[in-house]
Structures are given as C-alpha cells and as structure tokens.
C-alpha cells in the first residue's frame, strides 16, 4: 500500500525573516525547501505539497495600491490566485529540478485550487483576518471609504477581511487520482480559492481568505493520506510559549492535544489553527501528525524533532 503524505510549507519557506522577498531569495529558499520533499519521495511517500502564501499577496495587494492610479486595482481573490500560480510555479520548477538530479522521473503538476465554504459562516459579516500591508491614518480613513474594514495594529493600520471555515476541496477528487496515478501535485496554495455553491450548481468566488492549516487538513482528508506535516518556524509544539514555563511536546495523543487546545494553550494567530487541523486530521481517520521546523523536515520525519500527534 502506498504511504501518502500532505506537506503543509509554512510562509517561511519562501521568504525569510529580514529578507526583501526578491524573486532570487524565494527561489534559493524554494530549493532548499524542497531537498526533504525528495527525500521523502525516494523512501516512497507519494505527496502533495500546499503552502503559505501571506509574504507574497501582501505584495501584490501593495503593488495593486501603489499603482491605482495606473491600472485598475484587483480584488482579494484574484490576488489570492495570483499568489497561488507565481509559488506553484516556484515549487514546481525546484522539485521537478531536485528529482531529475536524483534520476526520478515523476510529473509535478501546480494547481489553483477552490474550497467550498458555507455563504452563513459567521466570519463573511464579521472579518477579522489581517492582511496585507499596514497604512498610515489617512489612508486608513480612505479605504474605510472606499468600503474596507480596517483595525489598527502596532505598525499602523490594517485591512481585514472574512476568514470562513473551509468545507471541501472542489477538485479533491482530481488531486486524489493524479496521487494515485503518480503525479506529485502541488494545491491549495495560499489556503485556496474560497467559493461559494450558487443554487444552480455554479460557484462564485468570495473576497475571504482561507487559512492555510485548515485547508492542508481539507486536502489531507481528500487524498485520504495517512500523514500531515506541517512545517513552520518553530522546531515542536509548546505549552506556555515564550514563557519561563515553557514546556516541549514531542509525541502526544490526540486525546491529550484536545484537552490542551480547548484550555487555550494555543492562540488563534499563531499555534491555534495548526493545533485544530491536526485535531480534526486525526478525527477523519489520518494516522499522524508532525508539526516542526521548515529547515528540519526529514529529521523530523525520523523522530529526531518536532512534534508528533497521534491517536493513542
């Protein structure tokens, strides 16, 4: 039986902290990020790789305000799908360069993928996901005209918009054949595309985005893999973070992590969201879990790092 995994890249893997974000420094980072996805594709494991994808709208949101005046101005889900197909095309280029270095021939295949959500989620009439880049007040004070919400931040303001639970992958179905069939699939970028279901079976798209652990865990259930991994910043899971507290967890039980999670150990904006896709991986019938840093994947892999959930 093959092994299947989902490899969850974090927005770290393309642009480092203190780094500019030039299109050189996210493809030396691409090509470092995936030596482990080869490693892991010679010792078997069939993947599909999603990623993050927050560096690289912020930037096409504040090429899109610096040139308003010059071309028409794109909206949030179109930038989202920008975002998705430039990384695609990062990760496909590096990956299908790193496997021919090892002699394996697979096909790797970038797709812009859509998430069905509920048009009731409560978080369409009530955003609170930052994103982009900060602005001053008066411009702040503009785009609160032109029908944005925003919040004020440390950095100055923010806009926010909807966040919605993510339901199923539209092409699920697809990305689970081309796995089966061999083909290594990169999807869900960015969190994915969010829709919704009109009553005639067509879908629209909304101006939301869909966080990225969630919609790992979505695709994870799709292709039925029995592996999430999610990369990051950090090496393993903590309980008090950044406190003199501060406690490592290297394996868990699903049963122990629940607990954990529900007492608030792991805030919304950071751990929060990785914590629950691993809950609701592991209560669809996934086997395990493995959070840790982006730079050690394959040691984690083997137990040597980062954090492992499973059932028992």
């Not at 829709?195 to 909304?206: A, H, K, N, P, Q």
């Not at 529900?262 to 991986?281: D, R």
């Not at 996934?286 to 840790?292: D, E």
């Amino acid at each position: 039986m093959k092994k299947k995994a989902v490899i969850a890249l974090g927005g770290n893997a393309l642009v480092k902290k203190g780094q500019r974000g030039t299109i050189y420094e996210q493809f030396a980072n691409t090509r470092k990020s995936v030596k482990s996805i080869v490693k892991m594709i010679k010792e078997g494991w069939d993947v599909v790789v999603t990623h993050g994808n927050g560096p690289q709208v912020g930037a096409i949101l504040l090429q899109n305000k610096v040139a308003k005046g010059l071309t028409p101005a794109m909206p949030l889900g179109i930038c989202v799908a920008e975002s998705e197909g430039l990384i695609g095309y990062m990760i496909q280029q590096c990956l299908s360069n790193a496997l021919k270095k090892e002699h394996i021939e697979k096909p790797v295949i970038a797709l812009i993928t859509q998430i069905i959500v509920d048009q009731n989620d409560p978080s369409l009439s009530n955003p609170t996901k930052p994103i982009g880049p900060y602005y001053d007040d008066d411009e702040a004070i503009e785009l609160r005209k032109e029908g944005f919400q925003v919040v004020q931040q440390p950095n100055g303001w923010r806009m926010v918009v909807p966040s919605p639970d993510p339901k199923y992958i539209v092409e699920g179905e697809s990305i689970k054949k081309m796995l089966d069939e061999g083909i290594i699939v990169i999807a869900s970028g960015g969190g994915g595309m969010p829709v919704i279901e009109r009553e005639d079976g067509g879908l629209d798209g909304l101006e939301a985005v869909i966080d990225k652990d969630l919609a790992a865990e979505r695709l994870a259930e799709a292709v039925e893999a029995e592996l999430l991994l999610i990369l990051t910043d950090v090496e393993r899971v903590y309980l008090y973070y950044n406190t003199p507290k501060q406690k490592t967890l290297d394996k868990i039980s699903l049963e122990e992590l629940k607990k954990y999670y529900e007492e608030g150990h792991f805030p919304p904006g950071s751990m929060g969201p990785k914590i629950l896709a691993a809950i609701q991986f592991l209560e669809s019938g996934g086997k395990k879990v493995i959070v840790a840093n982006i730079e050690k994947c394959w040691e984690a892999l083997q137990g040597e790092t980062g954090t492992w959930i499973v059932k028992d």
